[in-house]
């Protein structure tokens, strides 16, 4: 919401500073910019009802009308080294997958690095955005953008603003936890995976690709792959151009 004064007008939403606004060009847009240049502080969250661009990892389009789809973003600041930089991915992706799972009773699981699924049918529920704001030595903020597809998720357009308190409360805790035990939210995202044990053709930016089985998840976020002869692979979320199972 844009106030008489031309500037976003803030409003405190269960001890949250939000922003609500009815079309923008995106939630992550929104939520980057209050980031960088008003400082939004740890928690903040941007909801919009309407994206002018939803785009998700590489440009790819969310493909639910927005009439159907929960869009917002939320800028978090755990404290975070450079190498780190990867760990949103998974702080947003199971905060999400929980969060849901607790509002609807539905099983969930990851997909990394951007996407949260219904367990037993693979239906795509939600997807996730991470975007690193670096500092020198450490991540000075990351904003997690997150699209929700309620007709998958099966709650009512009316229910929305109380799964998005499920989710955003879910958000923090896994946030908070972050801040204590890194490694601990590698090994709650890597317990909700469907794609631990799998094998997979991984393909590489600029190029290249390998074929390995997908092992877990390392204490900075990054996929593990291991391959027939034992040896681990590392691969970021920058790394990744796509992954097939095969």
């Not at 106030?3 to 992550?28: I, L, M, N």
């Not at 601990?184 to 053709?201: C, D, F, M, N, Q």
């Not at 290249?208 to 204490?219: L, M, S």
Request: overall charge negative; glycine content about 10%.
């Amino acid at each position: 919401m844009i106030g008489p004064s031309g500037q976003a007008v803030t409003v405190d939403r269960d001890g949250r500073p939000f922003r609500h606004f009815p079309v923008a060009v995106s939630a992550g847009a929104m939520g980057l910019a209050w980031s960088r240049q008003e400082a939004a502080p740890d928690g903040a969250c941007v909801l919009v009802d309407y994206e002018i661009n939803a785009l998700g990892r590489l440009g790819v389009a969310w493909p639910t009308p927005a009439a159907d789809t929960l869009s917002f973003a939320v800028v978090l600041r755990p404290t975070l080294e450079v190498d780190d930089a990867d760990l949103p991915w998974l702080l947003g992706g199971l905060g999400v997958s929980r969060g849901v799972e607790s509002y609807t009773g539905s099983k969930t699981a990851t997909v990394w690095p951007d996407q949260v699924v219904e367990q037993s049918s693979g239906r795509t529920i939600a997807s996730i955005l991470a975007e690193a704001q670096l500092a020198p030595g450490r991540v000075r903020a990351a904003v997690v953008t997150v699209r929700i597809d309620l007709a998958a998720a099966e709650v009512e357009r009316d229910r929305r603003d109380d799964l998005l308190s499920a989710v955003l409360e879910s958000i923090d805790a896994v946030s908070e936890a972050c801040g204590e035990d890194r490694a601990s939210v590698a090994a709650g995202y890597e317990g909700r995976s469907a794609l631990i044990g799998r094998r997979a053709k991984v393909r590489l930016r600029p190029h290249g690709e390998t074929r390995a089985e997908i092992a877990g998840f390392d204490v900075h976020g990054r996929l593990e792959l291991r391959s027939a002869t034992g040896m681990v692979e590392r691969i970021t979320v920058d790394m990744l151009r796509d992954m097939e199972l095969v």
